[in-house]
C-alpha cells in the first residue's frame, strides 16, 4: 500500500492541441478508494493511464510512495490494473488465470498456491478454478480480473472502468464486491467511472473532472450538498441539481436546489413559483414531476415522496426550502 502523489501534472498528446490533463495535482492517501469522475473526454482515464505508466506526461511528476515513478515503465510501479474488458486468457482455466502473472514472475509454486486460493476465498471463486472462462458468467469473468490484481499484492489497484460491460443488476452486484474488496484489503485504490452512481457510493472522496481540470476534490455528501460550481451541481446526482437563473431565486446569482428540497404547494403561498407539470415519472418509491417554472418556463425537476396527484398540463406552485439553496 502507498500514497499517490499527483504533482502539476499535464498530458498534451499532439503540439497544438488543447491538454487531455491540465494542472493535475492531487494526493491520494495510503489505503484511500479514491473516484475519479466526470464525462467522456474530461481526462480521468488518462490521469490513471499516466499513474500506470501506459501514458507519459508532459510535464509534472507521478509518486507512488516516496518514488517518483514518472518516467518507470508500468512492471516498475508496483501496481495492477483493472479494465472495463475482463482480458482473461480463455484457453486457461481460472485458476491458471489467476496464477499467470506469478508464474511469470517465477514465484514459489507454494506462494502462488497461496495467493490464489486467498483470492478465490475473497472472491467466491473456489468452485470456479477449474473452469474456462466462457463456462462463467460475465460477474464471474470481472471477479476473475478483479483476482488476478488481487495475487500481485501490489502497491496500488487502479480501475478503468470495469463494470461498463455489466448489465445494471450485475454493476450493482459488482460495485459492492468492490468495496468489500476494499474493506479487506485496506489497499490504495483509484477509480475511474463516467457514472456519478458509482462515484457516489464507491468513493471516500470523489474528484469531479471536466477538460481536462479539477473541479472538486471533496467526500461524496459533500460534493452533492455543497458542489463548487455549476458543471459539479449539473453533474452529480440522479436527477441532477435544479440551477435557476439570475432574477428567479436571486437577484444576481444563480441558484442551486437539489429536486428533493422543492415542495409542490397550494397557489398563493408565499414565496411560491408557479409552474406548470410537463411530465412525471412514477418511481415506485417516489416521483419526478418534470415542470417549466415561470413565465421564461424554465425547466426544473421536483422529487416526491410516493405517488404525486398531479399530471402533465396542472398549474401548480413550488415552494423552494431556501435553507439548501446554493449560490453560484
Known amino acids: 500500500m502507498a500514497e499517490v502523489r499527483f504533482e502539476n501534472v499535464r498530458k498534451v498528446y499532439a503540439k497544438g492541441d488543447l491538454p487531455a490533463v491540465d494542472g493535475f495535482s492531487l494526493s491520494v ?17 488518462t490521469s490513471l493511464r499516466m499513474v500506470a505508466g501506459l501514458e ?5 511528476r507521478i509518486f507512488i510512495g516516496d518514488r517518483d515513478v514518472t518516467r518507470l515503465p508500468p512492471k516498475d510501479r508496483d501496481i495492477a490494473m483493472v479494465f472495463q474488458n475482463y482480458a482473461l486468457y480463455p484457453h486457461m482455466t481460472v485458476e491458471e488465470n489467476l496464477s499467470f502473472a506469478l508464474r511469470l514472475r517465477h514465484v514459489a509454486k507454494d506462494e502462488i498456491a497461496r495467493r490464489v486460493g486467498a483470492a478465490a476465498e475473497i472472491l467466491g471463486l473456489d468452485s470456479y478454478l477449474k473452469r474456462l472462462p ?5 460477474g464471474q469473468r470481472q471477479r476473475v480480473a478483479l483476482g488476478r490484481a488481487i495475487v500481485r499484492e501490489p502497491a496500488v489497484f487502479l480501475f478503468d472502468e470495469p463494470l461498463s460491460n455489466l448489465d445494471a443488476k450485475m454493476r450493482v452486484e459488482m460495485r459492492a464486491e468492490i468495496i468489500r474488496l476494499h474493506n479487506t484489503l485496506g489497499a490504495t485504490m483509484i477509480y475511474v467511472t463516467h457514472d456519478q452512481t458509482e462515484a457516489m457510493t464507491m468513493g471516500e472522496r470523489i474528484v469531479v473532472m471536466a477538460g ?20 459539479v451541481a449539473g453533474f452529480i446526482g440522479t436527477p ?25 404547494t397550494h397557489a398563493g403561498a408565499a414565496d411560491a413559483l408557479p409552474a406548470t407539470v410537463d411530465f412525471i415519472e412514477p418511481l415506485g418509491s417516489e416521483t419526478l414531476v418534470h415542470v417549466v417554472v415561470g413565465t421564461a418556463r424554465h425547466p426544473a425537476i421536483v422529487r416526491v415522496p410516493g405517488f404525486a396527484s398531479v399530471r402533465a398540463g396542472d398549474k401548480i406552485a413550488l415552494r423552494p426550502d431556501r435553507a439548501h439553496c446554493v449560490c453560484f
Open 134 to 138: 466462457k463456462a462463467l458468467s460475465g
Open 29 to 45: 492517501k495510503d489505503g484511500e478508494f479514491l473516484v475519479l469522475v466526470g464525462p467522456s473526454g474530461c481526462g480521468k482515464s
Open 240 to 264: 441532477p441539481m435544479n440551477l435557476f437563473p439570475p432574477g428567479m431565486l436571486d437577484s444576481a446569482k444563480t441558484v442551486g436546489l437539489r429536486p428533493e428540497h422543492i415542495a409542490i
Open 212 to 231: 481536462g481540470r479539477i473541479q472538486q476534490v471533496a467526500p461524496p455528501l459533500e460534493v452533492y450538498e455543497r458542489p463548487a460550481n455549476e458543471f
Open 56 to 60: 507519459t506526461p508532459t510535464s509534472g
